[in-house]
């Protein structure tokens, strides 16, 4: 794990010299990955503190363990207020990256998909109320500790952050990573989880799976053409969990991978080992 440390200096005036003493203290935190638009840090304390991010309290594990994320648009510095178990309190800050992001246009999509029907719109809000439900899912498991493996083989095909344009008509950014492979391909686990929803037709994605990583971290696999794997099950890393498909508001058949903490969207594609040449 790569520990970032600050040294935090504190001036003593002397009556009797001109010189100054500093008195250096480390901050009790470690911390793992980069402050960026879309990116996930993991992070330790001393066992019994407590964190806050932007003046938001942040959960920690019994170990001190905890796991916090950035959106699309998130811009200026992100500040960490801890508590130590003995009452210190401590502080840091970390600018968070900016990114600049691409522009796709997508030709060809049924029009009531771009703008859905007035008859579907109550459809759409459940949909979405089970989805949110989901990712409200705050269980005890540390799976997203473990590094991510690739869900499918093939083509990446759309991007994190893009801003996509449907018939020429601008709508929101993308927040998933698109791999493209035929109808039928066998998506694995990219971590260890377990199945908290699967829908074999939302009205936008389609067949959509959910997969609880712990701590507010989620994965949503969408447009699939089924699932091998029902709410409530356990699954572990690399096992078979869903077939891509082409259902929902697509053009193709893809796997479209959302990664979230809470509410917060991730780019899943920052958490991965570089794809392989025959990929």
């Known amino acids: 794990m790569r520990v970032l440390r600050k040294e935090l200096s504190v001036k003593f005036p002397l009556l009797v010299s001109i010189f100054l003493l500093f008195s250096a203290q480390t901050l009790a935190i470690e911390l793992n990955g980069e402050f960026i638009q879309g990116g996930m840090v993991t992070g330790k304390l001393p066992p019994g503190s407590q964190l806050s991010l932007d003046g938001n309290p942040v959960k920690i594990s019994a170990e001190g363990i905890f796991v916090i994320g950035f959106g699309r648009d998130d811009t200026g510095e992100a500040e960490l207020k801890w508590t130590l178990p003995g009452g210190e309190k401590q502080q840091t800050s970390y600018k968070i990256k900016q990114r600049e992001y691409n522009i796709q246009y997508v030709e060809g999509v049924e029009q009531k998909y771009v703008s859905p029907p007035e008859e579907v719109l109550e459809r759409i809000r459940d949909d979405n109320r089970q989805v949110a439900a989901a990712r409200k899912t705050d ?15 093939g083509p990446i095909s759309g991007v994190y952050g893009s801003q996509r344009y449907f018939n020429g008509e601008p709508k929101r950014p993308h927040f998933g990573l698109d791999i493209a492979a035929p109808t039928g391909t066998i998506i694995v686990a990219p971590a260890d989880g377990v199945i908290t929803l699967w829908h074999p037709d939302m009205y936008y994605s389609g067949g959509t799976l959910l997969m609880d990583h712990g701590y507010g971290i989620s994965s949503t696999f969408i447009h699939l053409s089924g699932s091998l794997v029902k709410a409530g099950d356990v699954v572990k890393q690399g096992q078979p969990i869903a077939k891509v498909g082409a259902t929902g508001r697509v053009t193709g058949a893809h796997l479209d991978w959302r990664i979230n903490w809470f509410k917060v969207r991730l780019d899943p594609q920052l958490l991965l080992p570089p794809k392989s040449s025959e990929q």
Request: net charge negative.
């Open 139 to 153: 269980s005890d498991r540390k799976d997203f500790l473990t590094p991510l493996i690739w869900p499918v083989d």
